[in-house]
């Protein structure tokens, strides 16, 4: 009797969560399915992918947070491999997107078996990847103040406490300058490959990662009537209808600001910079996912949120140095 094929798998046994250990006995479970590759250091997930990649592996797998997928996306960019998600993180923005079960891995690997590719966009920020969306300014900044412990404790709330801590510094100012011309002026960024921000949020509502474009939100005040109008906007259907920002679909663009600035891309922060140029790469990223995602309302997305610690996430990626 022929033995099923089995697929790459990528994980961080490091990583600590109260269910890390339900996800291990999944894996056990699993174990005549999967060839299992731990991680020990940041940058090894990318590595592990971009071998199995060039060695002709048709699936690899990532398991875990949206960071262990952002380095698996990064090693398959530009090739041909298929990214399967098994998603056990805080967020796990990206298998919420693209319709993957995110609170059952018996159903996430369900969708891996069964087969049905969908091929999105791959954009990239001063050449770091990203899949969902990227931010440079406010919410980067908010990313690099939330620590590993305070995620631990307090779930996604942990980003609410660090908003809350950056809120009264004072912002940049950048100049946007897109692939067509336009240009604009504010003090923070978000640009979206995907519908979806910091869970279920529907910040980008015309967003299409089929169509090789950005939908980019440029906020034009920062404190607290920054928070206020994202509110207001996902309450009324849209943060694009708040007169504090402005709102475009571009093939590409640049962001230029004052000072250097926080960076991040698929809720990982890559770093700062004075210039940030977004483009699109030139392959496009196969992922197995359903043929098409379940509809989420602004009130499914807060009870998500605040559903916090009652139904936590099985595994998380420690951020490490």
Not at 297 to 314: G, I, M, S, V
């Amino acid at each position: 009797m022929e033995m099923p094929r089995r697929y790459p798998l990528i994980f961080n046994p490091k990583a600590r969560s109260q269910k890390g250990g339900k996800v291990l006995r999944f894996l056990m479970k699993h174990a005549n399915r999967f060839a299992l590759y731990a991680t020990d250091h940041a940058g090894e997930a990318q590595e592990l992918a971009a071998r199995f990649a060039a060695r002709g592996e048709p699936v690899v797998i990532a398991a875990g947070g949206d960071g262990t997928l952002n380095e698996v996306v990064r090693g398959l960019a530009g090739t041909s491999t298929i990214l399967g998600v098994l998603p056990a993180g805080t967020m796990n923005v990206f298998a919420r997107e693209m319709g993957i079960p995110f609170d059952s891995l018996e159903r996430a690997f369900a969708v891996i078996e069964s087969g049905c590719v969908c091929e999105i966009d791959l954009f990239e920020a001063n050449g770091s990847p990203f899949v969902q969306m990227a931010g440079v300014g406010f919410d980067a900044r908010v990313i690099e103040e939330t620590s590993w412990e305070s995620k631990k404790m307090l779930g996604p709330l942990a980003y609410l406490v660090a908003a809350v801590k950056v809120l009264g510094e004072k912002p940049p100012l950048m100049e946007i300058v897109c692939a067509d011309g336009r240009r604009e002026q504010g003090v923070a960024v978000l640009a979206g490959n995907g519908s979806l921000y910091g869970g279920q949020f529907r910040f980008f509502r015309m967003a299409d990662n089929r169509d090789s474009k950005l939908d980019v939100l440029v906020y034009k005040e920062a404190g607290y009537k920054l928070v206020l109008d994202s509110l207001r906007g996902l309450a009324l259907g849209g943060i694009d209808l708040m007169e504090s920002t402005s709102s475009f679909q571009t093939a590409g663009f640049t962001v230029r600001a004052d000072r250097e600035v926080p960076v991040e891309v698929d809720g990982e922060w890559i770093g700062r910079f004075s210039e940030v140029c977004f483009k699109e790469t030139p392959g496009r990223l196969r992922v197995l996912a359903p043929e098409q995602a379940p509809a989420v309302t602004f009130a499914e997305a807060l009870k998500t949120w605040f559903q916090w610690p009652r139904r936590q996430p099985e595994l998380e990626t420690a951020r490490r140095p």
